[in-house]
DNA sequence: ACGGAGAGTGAGCAAGCGCTTAGGCCCCGT
DNA sequence: ACGGGGCCTAAGCGCTTGCTCACTCTCCGT
C-alpha cells in the first residue's frame, strides 16, 4: 500500500532501525524506564541494566542522559506530526481527513502508550535549546490539526466558534490517551481511535455524513 | 450565596487554612516547585528557600517531601471530587448538570492550574499506600461524572454509544488543561469553561437544548 | 601477524541528595 | 522568675547520582 518500506506507524517499537543494536537496546531500556518512573526519577544505572550492560557503556553512544531523552522526544515528536500532516493532505472531505488524523494519532498514542508518555510529559526535562525545538514540532502539529478543521469551516461542513480553541481540545483528548491508556486495560487501540473520531466529529459540529467521517 | 463560608473553588489559593503560617508557606512553595521541575527534580533545599527558612525547617512540619506531596495530592483530588459531586446533585437536566461538572471542573484546573498540574501528572511519585487512597478519589471523580452522563442515557437526552469510554474522553478533556493552560495565555478560565461546557454536550449529542446547557 | 578502532568493563570521583542532630531563641502558663 | 514547648538554624552524615578513567577484549584490514 506505501511506496516506502519503512515503518512510521506499525506495531512494533519505533527503535527498530536504530544501529548499532546495543544502542537501539538503551534507547528502548530509557523509553521503558522514563514512561514507568519519569526522567529524572530513572538512573542511568537503571538503564543500562535495563539493557543489559554495565553503567559506563550508556556514554559510548549517549554523551549524557538527557541526549537519551532528546533522541526519544525528537523521533517521537516526528513521528506523530506525520501521522497528522500524512491526514491533512489527503484526499478527502474535511470530516473525513479530520476523523482520520484523529483516528491514527490516538492509535499511535494507544499502541505506543509507553513511548508516547514520555515523548508528550517528559519534554520539560529536555535542556532548553532541545526544548524548543521539540516545541517547534508540536507546533506544527497543531498547525495541521487546527488547518483541517479551517478547511471544514470553510466549506461550511464544520460548525465552530473558536478555531484554536477546539484544536487544543482535539489535540488534549488525543494526547492524553498516552496518560491513562494500557495494555492490559478494556479497549483496543483500534476502538479507541474509532471512539475518538467519532467524539472529535461531534465537537466540530459536523454534519452531512456519518459520525464515522464517511459519507 | 453559600451559607458555608470555607473556600472551596474560589480564586485565592487553596491553602489559606493551613496553619502554622510557615507550613502554608512551604505547601505553597513546594506546589509552585513541583509544578515547575517536577517532584523528582524539586529538592527540599529548593522548597525550603522558596519559603524562605532553613533546610531543616521542613522537617519541623512535614516528616518527608513525599508528605507534602502527599497532603497537596489528597487535598486537590478532594476538591476536585467535591466539584464534580456537587454538579451531579444539584437539581436540573442532566445536560445541565453535566455542562456544570464540566465548566466549574474546568474553570478549577485553569484557575488553580499550578496545582492542578501537581495533582493531576506528579501522583506516580506517591508512595505506595497513598497512591492507593488517591486513585480511590480519582475513581469517585469518574464514577460521578459517569453518572451524569448515565442518567441522560437514561432519559433519552443523550446519544452515547460507550459509556465508559466517552466518560474517560470528557475527563481528559478537563484534566489536560492543567498541562496547556497558562495564566498569560488568550483566553480567561471562565472562557475556557464555557467552551469546554459545549464541546462535552456536543460529545455526548446532547439534543433538546441550547449548546451551554441552558434550556 | 598485528596494530588500531570499536565496544565494553570495574572502580571510583565530585557533587548533590534527603534527612538528622545539637543547640539556640522566643513566648507563655504558672 | 523560670521551665518547657514550639519553631528555627548551622553543620553535617550517609548515600546516590551523573559521569569519567584506565584498561581489556574482539574483530578486521593490510
Redesign the pocket.
Known amino acids: 500500500m506505501d511506496a516506502e518500506p519503512k515503518n512510521t506507524g506499525g506495531k512494533a517499537e519505533p527503535w527498530g532501525d536504530i544501529t548499532?543494536?546495543?544502542?537501539r537496546r538503551l534507547v528502548s531500556a530509557a523509553v521503558h524506564a522514563f514512561a514507568e518512573r519519569g526522567y529524572?526519577a530513572?538512573?542511568?544505572?537503571?538503564i543500562?541494566s535495563r539493557a543489559?550492560?554495565?553503567?559506563?557503556?550508556?556514554?559510548?553512544?549517549y554523551?549524557?542522559?538527557?541526549e537519551l531523552l532528546y533522541q526519544i522526544s525528537k523521533v517521537g515528536h516526528e513521528r506523530a506530526l506525520t501521522i497528522v500532516e500524512r491526514a491533512r493532505d489527503s484526499e478527502g472531505t474535511p470530516a473525513e481527513r479530520l476523523a482520520d488524523a484523529v483516528r491514527s494519532f490516538v492509535r499511535w498514542h494507544a499502541e505506543h502508550h509507553t513511548t508516547a508518555r514520555v515523548v508528550q510529559y517528559e519534554l520539560g526535562a529536555l535542556a532548553e535549546e532541545h526544548h524548543a525545538e521539540v516545541i517547534a514540532v508540536r507546533k506544527a502539529t497543531d498547525g495541521a490539526v487546527r488547518s483541517i478543521i479551517e478547511d471544514g469551516v470553510k466549506a461550511g461542513v464544520f460548525d465552530v466558534a473558536d478555531v484554536r480553541g477546539t484544536t487544543v481540545a482535539v489535540l488534549s483528548l488525543c494526547i492524553d490517551v498516552a496518560r491513562w491508556f494500557n495494555t492490559a486495560g478494556r479497549s483496543t487501540p483500534d476502538e479507541v481511535g474509532d471512539l475518538y473520531a467519532g467524539l472529535v466529529l461531534r465537537m466540530v459540529g459536523a454534519h452531512g455524513e456519518h459520525q464515522d467521517g464517511r459519507p
Chains 1, 2 share one sequence.
Not at 530513572?42 to 537503571?46: M, N
Not at 554523551?63 to 538527557?66: A, H, N, R, Y
Open positions: 548499532p543494536d546495543a544502542a529524572h530513572t538512573t542511568t544505572r537503571d543500562a543489559g550492560m554495565s553503567p559506563a557503556a550508556l556514554y559510548i553512544h554523551k549524557t542522559k538527557e
